[in-house]
């Protein structure tokens, strides 16, 4: 696992669990999480959601500069994948789709499975939960054979 990896899914779990995660607030969101809830990284993108560069992003990006290891336009896919993986419309406009309840445990979970496994796609490493579901496939089967009724279940 890659060091910047490490740190951003440690910081997204940690939100995740304290219930500091929130897709519509840019401190708080996924990118929110990562910049140490910093909001510094809104000014790379003119709207919530958008993988366009604006000039300030362009000008951080040709200068290779990274926040906590990330180019601005990695940020900006990062933040994209967990919205849509949150079941927002992009970019957040006025009359998108959002969620109804963009803090429930079911649309956060969901984000944060969508954000964890981009983020091990960007450093060539295997997808976390992925392994997490294939033990949670195995362990139900098992219990499916033994006639164990379990309290999880897949989504």
Not at 80 to 91: E, I, M, S, V
Not at 112 to 130: K, N, T, W, Y
Request: proline content about 4%.
């Amino acid at each position: 696992m890659t060091k910047r990896a490490s740190n951003a899914l440690e910081k997204l779990y940690t939100a995740f669990y304290e219930g500091r995660l929130h897709p519509a607030c840019c401190t708080a969101c996924a990118v929110g999480n990562i910049c140490d809830a910093s909001d510094v990284w809104k000014h790379f993108t003119d709207a919530h959601g958008s993988q366009k560069l604006t000039y300030v992003g362009s000008v951080n990006e040709t200068f290779k500069k990274r926040i906590n290891g990330y180019l601005p336009s990695e940020l900006l896919a990062i933040e994209a994948t967990f919205l849509r993986g949150c079941g927002y419309d992009l970019p957040i406009r006025r009359g998108s789709f959002k969620p109804t309840h963009p803090q429930s445990e079911e649309v956060l979970f969901n984000g944060l499975r969508a954000v964890v496994h981009h983020i091990c796609e960007l450093d060539g490493i295997s997808d976390v939960m992925a392994i997490s579901d294939s033990f949670l496939e195995r362990l139900l089967s098992v219990c499916d054979k033994r006639s164990i009724k379990p309290s999880v279940s897949i989504s």
